[in-house]
Antibody
Framework: EVQLLESGGGLVQPGGSLRLSCAASGFTFSSYAMSWVRQAPGKGLEWVSILSGIGGTTFYADSVKGRFTISRDNSKNTLFLQMNSLGVDDTAVYYC???????????????WGQGALVTVSS | EIVLTQSPGTLSLSPGERATLSCRASQSVNSSYLAWYQQKPGQAPRLLIYAASNRATGIPDRFSGSGSGTDFTLTISRLEPEDFAVYSCQQYGSSPLTFGGGTKVEI
């Protein structure tokens, strides 16, 4: 059974940083691209970033490019999202999601974690 | 960027009725790379349909997807009580990946 468990969310001041983690199990982690998708309170879904299986290819939404970094540790079956220069517009539930293939070209989301709430506020 | 517009915003139906949800893209979606998700309050989204018309694993056959180019449809043939939720479409044919704003199916 595929399981994705996010951690690291919380309250952070504007301009601050936070690192989210996503522990994966139930599949061969290194064989699949992984993504982050967020959802602001009461709003729709917004794709944030995607990373290929070995980690050589990454893409970011324009809204986070240059501030967020996606990475993975395949030896620990863990996906990360380093978030810097956070603003109030980054307040959202952040979901870790598994893509169906190794590359970033199959960019839909087969399985989702339960989400981690990030609140940016002074 | 491909903008996805979903309609209607809210669909009020009864169990047993048919639901037809629309997702219109601002430009053609490559290779019909369009997915549909269901989300209930307080829960993560669940994949229903990928590549416009392929049901994901474990999804009941009352859910079906169709369409190509710029016009896509999700149909729920007979609503079950557990189907009342928000449905979102997503295109993955070009970067950035984008979602529609969602359609709420309510009783």
């Amino acid at each position: 059974e595929v399981q994705l468990l996010e951690s690291g969310g919380g309250l952070v001041q504007p301009g601050g940083s936070l690192r989210l983690s996503c522990a994966a199990s139930g599949f061969t982690f290194s064989s699949y691209a992984m993504s982050w998708v967020r959802q602001a309170p009461g709003k729709g879904l917004e794709w944030v970033s995607i990373l290929s299986g070995i980690g050589g290819t990454t893409f970011y939404a324009d809204s986070v490019k240059g501030r967020f970094t996606i990475s993975r540790d395949n030896s620990k079956n863990t996906l990360f999202l380093q978030m810097n220069s956070l603003g109030v517009d980054d307040t959202a539930v952040y979901y870790c999601a598994k893509n169906p293939g190794y590359s970033t070209s199959r960019g839909y989301f087969e399985y989702w974690g339960q989400g981690a709430l990030v609140t940016v506020s002074s | 960027e491909i903008v996805l517009t979903q309609s209607p915003g809210t669909l009020s139906l009864s169990p047993g009725e048919r639901a037809t949800l629309s997702c219109r893209a601002s430009q053609s979606v490559n290779s019909s790379y369009l997915a549909w998700y269901q989300q209930k309050p307080g829960q993560a989204p669940r994949l229903l349909i990928y590549a416009a018309s392929n049901r994901a694993t474990g999804i009941p056959d009352r859910f079906s997807g169709s369409g190509s180019g710029t016009d896509f449809t999700l149909t729920i043939s007979r609503l079950e009580p557990e189907d009342f939720a928000v449905y979102s479409c997503q295109q993955y044919g070009s970067s950035p990946l984008t979602f529609g704003g969602g359609t709420k199916v309510e009783i």
